[in-house]
């Protein structure tokens, strides 16, 4: 396969883990790295990797949760939702039990629900917790974003 001049966008993931008995409930991690703050775990996807299996793989680094992906959510793909570079994020829905742990490149992970969630929040992460919780609410996903 040969190298050409175009720049594209970089797939990643992103996940939005309710416990299981704790309707409501989201896990959010505390980054260690650049950019700082709180996010939705998640993180590139490796070459050659199902989007499924890196949300799967993700969780488990940066949460130490084994999670049951539930439905996929929305894409998210906004060229300056990372200012490290142009991304396009597949979000998945999923359970799990368990406590959270930060571990990888998470800090810390928590347990946050629409009305205690930390600041500040990074990337794109408070627009797609937002229309999670719309979501929840009404049933309706959110629209395709320009």
Same mark, same amino acid.
């Given at each position: 396969?040969?190298?050409?001049?175009?720049?594209? %966008? @970089?797939?990643?993931?992103?996940?939005?883990?309710?416990?299981?008995?704790? %309707?409501?409930?989201?896990?959010?991690?505390?980054?260690?790295?650049?950019?700082?703050?709180?996010?939705?775990?998640?993180?590139?996807?490796?070459?050659? +990797?199902?989007?499924?299996? &890196?949300? @799967?793989?993700?969780?488990? +680094? +940066?949460?130490?949760?084994?999670?049951?992906?539930?439905?996929?959510?929305?894409?998210?793909?906004?060229? &300056?939702?990372?200012?490290?570079?142009?991304?396009?994020?597949?979000?998945?829905? &999923?359970?799990?039990?368990?406590? %959270?742990?930060?571990?990888?490149?998470?800090?810390? &992970?928590?347990? @946050?629900?629409? *009305?205690?969630? %930390?600041?500040?929040?990074?990337?794109?992460?408070?627009?797609?917790?937002? *229309?999670?919780?719309?979501?929840? !609410?009404?049933?309706? !996903?959110?629209?395709?974003?320009?």
């Amino acid at each position: 396969m040969s190298e050409g001049p175009w720049k594209n %966008p @970089v797939p990643t993931v992103d996940l939005l883990i309710e416990l299981d008995g704790r %309707p409501g409930s989201l896990v959010v991690i505390e980054r260690a790295g650049e950019p700082r703050g709180w996010a939705l775990p998640g993180g590139f996807v490796d070459e050659g +990797e199902y989007l499924a299996d &890196a949300a @799967v793989r993700e969780a488990k +680094e +940066e949460t130490g949760l084994d999670v049951t992906l539930t439905e996929l959510f929305h894409c998210y793909s906004d060229p &300056a939702r990372d200012a490290r570079k142009h991304t396009v994020s597949t979000v998945f829905c &999923a359970t799990a039990r368990g406590e %959270p742990r930060g571990s990888d490149d998470a800090a810390d &992970a928590i347990v @946050v629900t629409e *009305d205690t969630l %930390p600041a500040p929040l990074v990337f794109d992460h408070a627009t797609i917790i937002a *229309d999670y919780f719309a979501y929840r !609410r009404t049933g309706k !996903r959110p629209p395709p974003r320009r």
